[in-house]
């Protein structure tokens, strides 16, 4: 069974940048697609990003195309989200999932393993 822990979240003022991190543990996640997902206040969970086990394709939420990039070393078991330009409708809890196949999704209902989140909170 492997556990997703995030990190690296926090406080920031509107331009500033953060990287969250996701360690994996209990087994090895570099034949799993990943993906970043966050809920605000009051708002359903939304996809972020996504990206192959490879590394080799992401994708990103219309919201934070070209702010936002995910990237991963496999030999860490660990996945990256490094967040530019922040704004503070980013303001949410993100969550790092696993999904069991290469391929990437959108959908969270396709993951099959998640973290328990971590605070990322951007002040204007």
């Known amino acids: 069974q492997v556990q997703l822990v995030e990190s690296g979240g926090g406080l920031v003022q509107a331009g500033g940048s953060l990287r969250v991190s996701c360690a994996a543990s209990?087994?090895?996640?570099?034949?799993?697609?990943m993906g970043w997902f966050r809920q605000a206040p009051g708002k359903e969970r939304e996809f972020v990003g996504t990206?192959?086990?490879?590394?080799?394709?992401?994708y990103y939420a219309d919201s934070v195309k070209g702010r936002f990039t995910i990237s991963r070393d496999n030999a860490k078991n660990t996945v990256y989200l490094q967040m530019n330009s922040l704004k503070p409708e980013d303001t949410a809890v993100y969550y790092c999932?696993?999904?069991?196949?290469?391929?990437?999704?959108?959908?969270?209902?396709?993951?099959?393993?998640w973290g328990q989140g971590t605070q990322v909170t951007v002040s204007s």
């Open positions: 990206i192959s086990w490879s590394g080799g394709t992401t």
């Open positions: 209990g087994g090895t996640i570099n034949r799993y697609a």
């Open positions: 999932a696993a999904r069991r196949t290469r391929s990437t999704s959108y959908y969270s209902y396709e993951y099959d393993y």
